[in-house]
Structures are given as C-alpha cells and as structure tokens.
C-alpha cells in the first residue's frame, strides 16, 4: 500500500509541567496561549504520521476546512503521512526511524505496544509535554491520571494513550436474509451456528442457482490463524485475554489452543468456510461479504451495518443486492465475546525533535488537547457551524447533504483528522442527531451494546524491557500455522508451546504481565 503526505499545520503547548507519573507540579509551568498569541511565536514545520482506514481519501490541502482551521490557529505548517494500521504502517516507520529521519509525533501500532522503541532510545521523555495543566481537555473528558501511570513501560514515560471509546462492538454478523430464505433462525449457541454455515455452504442461501457461496471467512494474512475465529470462544478464550483463577489467560498461548486448532480444522474439512481465509488480508473478507460470497464475518465498530455509513457492509451489499440485511449476533448466547475494552493505541514523541526543538512537541501537545475539547472535537469529526452542522445548546444536528458533498469533493476530512478522538460526543455533554441514522441502525446499536463483555484486567500490558515480544508472537504463529496445515492436529500444541515459554521468553513475558494486574488490582 502507498502512502500519502499532505502539508497541514499543528500543534503548540507553552505550559510545562513535570511529572513523574504522579503528574508533581515543577514550579514553572506556564499557561496554555492564546489562540491569538500563538501568531506571536515562530510558525513551526510539523511532521506527523496518523493512522486512516485504507479506503480514505486525504483531502485536497486547498480545500480542506479542518486544516486551514489548524494551521490558522495554531500558526504551523505540517507534513502528515496518513497510513492504515498493519505491518506496512510499522515497516515505514521503522525505515524512518532507521534512517534517523524520525516523524516528530506518531501513532503506534505494533504489538508490542512500541517497547522496541523505548528499549532503542528514539522516543522522547513526555514527562515535560504531557500532564492535566497541560492538556486539560484530554484528562477531563478522556484518560485518568491512573490510567497513564498504568500504560507506562519500565517506568519510562515514553507513550500516552490515544482516547479510545470504552464500549465494545465486537460482533459477528449474519445474513439474515439469508436465513430467511432456508426457513432458519440466527443461531444461539456453536451447534446451530455450524449448521448455518453447512446451509449457507451447500443449500444456495442466495437463490441464485449457483454453487458460489461460503459460511465464514476471516483474513489470516499469511501468517496467523484469525483471533476472529469463533472456535477460540468456544473453548473459552476470550479476545484478547482476561484474568481467572489467580492468572492470566492469554487466548494465543493458553493450552486451550490445542482445542481451537481441532474445532477450526473439522469446520475446514466440512468445506463450510471460506478456502482463501489465510490469504485473505486487511479487509479482504469484508469485501467477499459484500460480493455476496460469504454470510458470517466479524465487525468491530458500531456502524460496520449502519445503513447510514455509506462504506458499511451493509451499505455496500445493498448496492448490489437490495434484499441485504447484515445484523450482528453472538453464536455464544449470553456469553461473552471479549473483555473490556483498553486503550489500545498511542501517540509518541520523537527523541529527535525533543532535543534539538522541544517546541515542536509543545506546539503538537496544544493541538492535540485543542482536539480532544469541545471545539477541536466538533469540527475534526463534523465540520463548520451553519454549514456542517447547527446547534442548540448542547444539541448538534448534521446538515447531512453538505457534509457528504464536501467528503464528496475533498475527500475523507473527517476519518483523516477524527485520529485523535472516537466519535462519542456524549463524552463532551454533546447530543448529535444524524437525520441519515435509520431505525434499523438503531435496532444494530441496541444489540451491539446489549452484548456481555467480560471484567477486563484493570491495567494495560507491558513486556519486560528487552525482550522481543514479537519474535515470541512470531514463533507463536507459526507453530499454530503448522497445526493446521502440516500436522493437522492440535495434539502437538503443549510441546509446541512449552518452547514458546521456554526459547522465546514467555514465561518471563507473562509473569510481568500477571505481576501488573495483581498490583493493579490491589490498588484499585
């Protein structure tokens, strides 16, 4: 995949404050400007590199309102490489970083939460940058002073997380016009959800005459099975771990994956899902789905079926297939399909701009705060007043036409500058009233939200220093990869993983991770 730099302009911060995870006032922090003020400070050259979902667009720089507001402001000039999240995104980095021409701010994606960064010294200390005098907006409406303790590694304040949105929309979704036309009902439990994917497989669910269809799929990139396999909860393993009986249950390295392997192959043998599922990569099974190849697919978003987002499988199946209806269920009835959500990303600092001009940093620190407030927030997620939108009181009504012309003609503004924050303006005290919003997707959110999670571990993870959780994760997938293909078998899985443990360091991995959430849970 390509990516794609546009000139933009952000970020500025003049209050600095130390802190040392208990955020400890150092005596010299300084007010937050003005936005007047700021045309009083140098403009500043800013590079950034944000995550978008690959099917959006960048905005023309001449045309781009969100922009113009932020260079305006903030009296800057920026470079962003805008970039989806994947191995492509971590490699570009890497060369970046490699040939010390290092992003002034990025997001990190990579699994091991960027300790490969700490450990190679390339990101800033942002214990001058990042504190609640500082960015005010971001500790009062998105993360906790606890929080950011718990998200740091080997007491190094090196990363701060993005806010996220703490509810789950973790689903599996079903045609259920399908099911309509084989006289069935949404499975509630794996037994009834095998035999839809036999039905969906060999009884032509699409009425078409042709023998063109599959139950599942899922996209194993070439190198992993899926962690969106039901077969994981089925044996009990929830996405991405949880805590039980006194320790951590991590639902890749459990010796529960043995069982997974089995229950995945005999649905393999059937034939009942998709044959190119290990192939497939990124989005790849979302787009089988809207061609009408597949009927069960995994979403993680709550509008992944919205009628009303234009690039929802729903959206998109209608195009071509009017009758379509995706609604998402739980193969599991009441049980739980993950635990609950943490912060996932963050954003860092590059080492580089900290010492050779540090005002960089606080220039993107103001900017980032801008956008995690009122005012930062309505405009990177729906626009302009009186054009984008109207308001009465804390009540935000999109002018929908305009919005989808200006996306129309400039490009994917909104998903682009949206990264800093999740489309949850109750957040803010701010009711938005989307005339686009069906009754149907109405009746999706309500079964999104009504789906169990399970208590999550109350801290975030983070491995020992030094040790390469990667290579570990590496070793993981490609002994579970040679169940399935090679040995045909999860028989193999506890020697499998007794060198995991032992070669690839994870029990001191996992022993850290269990020692965090024991002290987390004590000081809760």
């Known amino acids: ?173 079903i045609r259920k016009d399908w099911l309509v036309n084989l006289g069935m009902d949404i499975p509630n439990h794996y037994e009834e959800y095998v035999d839809v994917l036999r039905a969906f497989t060999f009884n032509d669910p699409d009425k078409n005459g042709l023998d063109d269809t599959y139950g599942f799929s899922t996209a194993g990139n070439g190198v992993s099975i899926s962690l969106e396999w039901p077969e994981y909860v089925k044996n009990g393993l929830l996405f991405p771990s949880y805590y039980g009986d006194d320790h951590l249950v991590d639902m890749q390295t459990d010796l529960r994956v043995g069982r997974v392997v089995d229950d995945i192959l005999n649905v393999i043998d059937e034939g009942v899902v998709d044959p190119d599922w290990f192939l497939n990569k990124g989005n790849k099974p979302v787009e089988k789905a809207i061609q009408g190849k597949v009927g069960v697919i995994m979403g993680e978003t709550a509008d992944f079926a919205f009628d009303s987002n234009p690039r929802s499988v729903q959206a998109r199946s209608k195009e071509s297939n009017p009758a379509a209806d995706w609604v998402p269920f739980n193969p599991f009835g009441n049980q739980p399909l993950r635990t609950s959500v943490t912060p996932d990303y963050s954003f860092v600092f590059s080492n580089n701009a900290a010492g050779q001009n540090p005002e960089k940093l606080k220039r993107i620190v103001d900017i980032l705060d801008w956008m995690a407030g009122e005012e930062g927030f309505l405009l990177t997620h729906y626009g302009l007043e009186g054009k984008h939108y109207t308001r009465k009181g804390n009540t935000i009504t999109l002018m929908t036409d305009a919005i989808e012309k200006d996306v129309q003609e400039m490009g994917d503004l909104f998903e682009i500058w949206s990264f800093f924050t999740p489309r949850t303006p109750e957040v803010l005290g701010l009711t938005v009233l989307d005339p686009r919003i069906t009754e149907r997707d109405k009746a999706v959110y309500r079964s999104l939200v009504s789906f169990p999670v399970r208590e999550g571990l109350g801290t975030t993870l983070t491995p020992p220093l030094g040790i390469d959780v990667d290579a570990m994760r590496s070793r993981q997938n490609e002994l579970q990869v040679k169940m399935l293909f090679s040995d045909k078998s999860g028989e193999y899985w506890p020697e499998y993983r007794q060198e995991i443990m032992d070669f690839y360091e994870g029990h001191q991995i996992f022993r850290q991770y269990e020692e965090k959430i024991r002290a987390a849970r004590i000081n809760r």
């Open 1 to 173: 995949m390509k990516f794609v730099k546009m000139s933009l302009a952000l970020f500025t911060i003049l209050g600095v404050i130390l802190i040392n995870f208990g955020m400890k006032d150092s005596g010299n922090a300084q007010t937050p400007v003005s936005p007047t003020a700021y045309h009083s400070l140098d403009k500043l050259s800013l590079n950034l590199f944000i995550d978008a979902p690959s099917s959006a667009r960048l905005p023309d720089p001449a045309s781009d309102v969100v922009r113009q507001e932020i260079e305006k402001r903030f009296n800057v000039d920026l470079d962003v490489t805008v970039m989806a999240p994947g191995d492509e995104y971590n490699s570009t980095i890497a060369s970046l970083l490699a040939s010390n021409d290092p992003p002034d701010m990025w997001l990190v994606s990579r699994p091991d939460g960027g300790a490969k960064y700490i450990l190679d010294n390339v990101l800033a200390d942002m214990t001058h940058y990042i504190a609640p005098d500082t960015m005010p907006n971001y500790f009062k409406h998105w993360i906790s002073e606890k929080e950011l303790r718990e998200y740091q590694m080997q007491n190094k304040f090196a990363r701060a997380p993005v806010p996220y949105d703490k509810q789950s929309y973790r689903a599996y979704y």
